[in-house]
């Protein structure tokens, strides 16, 4: 068994410090002299973007090394569309390669997956299935009743989660880029190590941060390569770091020492802002101040804004109401899919000029469109009137400017420590979403309020992410920070959960008889998983709430109870307590008479320790503390019992090589924690 030390008092932050959240453009640390390639990647929800670079190691890198991949299958850009389809080209149509530029207008494709990322929520998952069985609807015309339809006709999205489409795009897209660099050097990945920096959204959970980072290490595995390091870089800070490499273009007045700036790194899904103080300006030296802030106003709103108008108008549109999301992916039909497509041309040349139109989409000719609105249509073509595309704009472009203003108001309203001001003169506008001109015309007319405040246009504004993350790598005007690790344990709770015939079907039960129902026992709750990213400075750290009932007779005991956790590095997690060995069993002693009860409750019961997930926790599932008692709930009388009740917290943290776990009640550890370094 797994023993307990006493370790020194934990901080999440202990790991040491961050390095200065400064960016300068005459920094550089050479790496050990070993040669590397670095490669970018910046996976957007609507467009993803690589860019790479050879470093010698022992001289400085610049900005003309870093070059951006463009050789992608049907179409040399700076980025590629962020869409992927299982559907199988048919006999007879030119062949595709069922991703990016290169899909078949007859396909199912599978769209803005990187905001299906992380945890779904109950209700999102019924809704997902509910979808996915509409899908099969006869109706629909998606599969045939018949044996053999079922079986041809099967989406293959149907088995895929959003990690594994991301999984099986970014293999396409790294292998693109793996064989344009080997076809000019064929044994270059066999002698230079690579070391990647993922860029990702600002204020994204954990969930979602570990979901993209699962998904580029597997498909980085499936390469030739030989991977050494992988880092993490926030999209609005890379950003920032490639467009004050660009602010050198600009006229020294907009470089002041003393003043500061906003980025805003508007894409397809989210909108990142962060701000910087102008420390110097020979070399350029840049401080980092207020808080990064964002929240999910990209484009995909306009688009979603669209589909919801095509809803009455596009009879066999086949879009459910929570915009096509099947197991818990976006996914369109042929139809959806190329309106969709058709429509880009019109979002993109809305400037907001109420002269400006008439609008128009062309509608497939396998699309049914209602009778009620015959009059927008003519020659396939449907007309939007100004009104109508204005309001797919507000949600998205109202979101955005609310957030830049809620930035400058920190910025205004923020004292550094030396009691300097904060005095805002420049917005600098980056990323995809940016290039519209309707936001920067309803930008421009917020800041027209602040005579001193001017919005510009950053830099290579479609690729400034990626370039950004790039330099980051080469520490280049900003530490990259230690690479992140993955975990190489599988951690979880053993638990009791309610019995379910459906579920569980014949297996032995013991009876909680403080709650009266009937638990299936030694359940094991996995909730940190072999392969999860460790990321610098804050680690992983997963809870679970308990409510802990017990007597009086229990709290005046001695004996106290146990609090039974695992940690196993099996590639895959046992599914029973059964099959742990006993030193893969983590066992955290807790007192009763140590704990603070919340309420008193009078039950007849046996009086046996039992702790259950707190309210606001799912019901059926219950977490078991094993009394140090021999005694078994069967062997005790009933009786009239006090109970008393207290909420603790199981935590669980994996952070810089070490695993904590610990039991918490109010935010203070009860027992002693277990830490086991790696």
């Known amino acids: 068994m797994a023993t307990n030390s006493d370790p020194p008092p934990y901080s999440p932050r202990s790991s040491g410090l961050r390095p200065r959240e400064r960016i300068s453009t005459g920094s550089y640390l050479p790496s050990d002299g070993e040669p590397r390639i670095l490669l970018g990647i910046d996976y957007g929800t609507t467009f993803t973007g690589l860019a790479w670079c050879l470093d010698d190691g022992l001289n400085e890198p610049s900005i003309d090394d870093i070059t951006v991949y463009k050789g992608w299958p049907g179409g040399n850009t700076t980025k590629v569309p962020s869409t992927y389809s299982y559907d199988k080209v048919e006999q007879g149509r030119p062949p595709r390669k069922q991703w990016g530029h290169d899909i078949d207008r007859l396909s199912h494709v599978i769209r803005w997956t990187k905001l299906s990322l992380g945890k779904q929520s109950s209700e999102q998952e019924l ?25 041809a006709h099967v989406p293959g999205h149907v088995a895929k989660s959003p990690t594994d489409v991301v999984s099986d795009y970014l293999e396409k897209v790294i292998k693109q880029w793996h064989n344009s660099v080997t076809a000019t050097s064929r ?20 969930e979602n941060l570990n979901s993209l980072y699962r998904a580029v290490n597997n498909s980085l595995l499936r390469q030739n390569v030989r991977l050494r390091d992988i880092f993490l870089s926030s999209e609005p800070e890379s950003c920032a770091l490639y467009t004050t490499h660009g602010m050198t273009a600009y006229s020294e007045d907009s470089l002041i020492v003393g003043e500061s700036f906003i980025v805003c790194d508007a894409g397809g899904g989210t909108i990142d802002l962060v701000s910087y103080r102008i420390l110097s300006n020979a070399p350029l030296e840049l401080q980092k101040v207020g808080v990064i802030t964002g929240g999910n106003f990209g484009a995909t709103l306009i688009d979603k804004a669209f589909l919801d108008w095509l809803r009455p108008r596009i009879l066999n549109l086949n879009l459910s109401s929570n915009a096509d999301s099947r197991n818990g992916l976006h996914v369109m039909g042929p139809i959806g899919g190329n309106l969709v497509e058709n429509f880009q041309r019109v979002k993109h040349s809305f400037t907001g000029d109420p002269t400006q139109g008439p609008f128009v989409v062309t509608v497939p000719s396998d699309a049914l469109v209602s009778t009620r609105y015959r009059d927008d249509y003519d020659s396939d073509l449907l007309e939007i009137s100004f009104a109508d595309l204005q309001m797919m704009f507000d949600s998205a472009v109202q979101g955005v400017v609310k957030l830049i203003e809620e930035q400058y108001d920190i910025l205004v309203g923020y004292t550094a420590p030396e009691e300097q001001s904060n005095v805002v003169t420049n917005v600098f506008m980056a990323g995809g979403f940016s290039e519209s001109t309707y936001l ?133 997690a046992p599914p029973s307590l059964d099959d742990m ?41 219950y977490t078991k503390l094993r009394k140090r008692s021999k005694l078994t709930p069967t062997d005790q009388p009933r009786q009239a019992c006090m109970f008393q009740v207290a909420d603790l917290d199981v935590v669980l943290r994996v952070v810089d090589r070490t695993v904590l776990i610990q039991v918490e009640e109010n935010g203070s550890v009860i027992g002693i924690p277990y830490r086991q370094a790696f």
């Open 187 to 206: 044994h270059t990945f066999e002698h230079v190590p690579l070391d990647v920096v993922i860029t990702h959204p600002a204020k994204w959970p954990y």
């Open 440 to 572: 920067k015309n309803q930008v421009k007319a917020w800041a027209g309020r602040m005579p001193t405040l001017r919005i510009r246009q950053a830099e290579d504004c479609w690729s400034s992410v990626v370039k950004g993350a790039i330099l980051r790598g080469l520490d280049l005007g900003m530490m990259s920070g230690p690479p992140v690790i993955a975990c190489p344990y599988h951690l979880g709770i053993c638990a009791a959960q309610e019995y379910r015939r459906h579920i569980h079907g014949p297996q032995s039960t013991a009876r909680d008889t403080y709650r009266g129902l009937s638990l299936v026992q030694d359940h094991i709750n996995w909730m940190v998983h072999q392969g999860d990213v460790i990321t610098p400075y804050t680690g992983i750290e997963k809870r679970m709430k308990l409510r802990v009932s017990f007597s009086q007779y229990e709290r005046d005991s001695p004996r106290g109870m146990y609090v039974t956790c695992l940690i196993t590095t099996r590639r895959k």
């Open 127 to 151: 809704l997902a299935l509910r979808d996915l069985l509409r899908s099969f609807s006869p109706q629909n015309n998606q599969m045939s009743t018949t044996p053999a339809g079922l079986n």
């Open 581 to 621: 060995n006993e030193s893969e069993i983590v066992k955290i002693l807790v007192h009763c008479n140590d704990l603070t009860e919340s309420k008193t409750e009078q039950k007849v019961a046996v009086p046996t320790t039992i702790a259950t997930k707190a309210p606001d926790e799912r019901p059926n599932l």
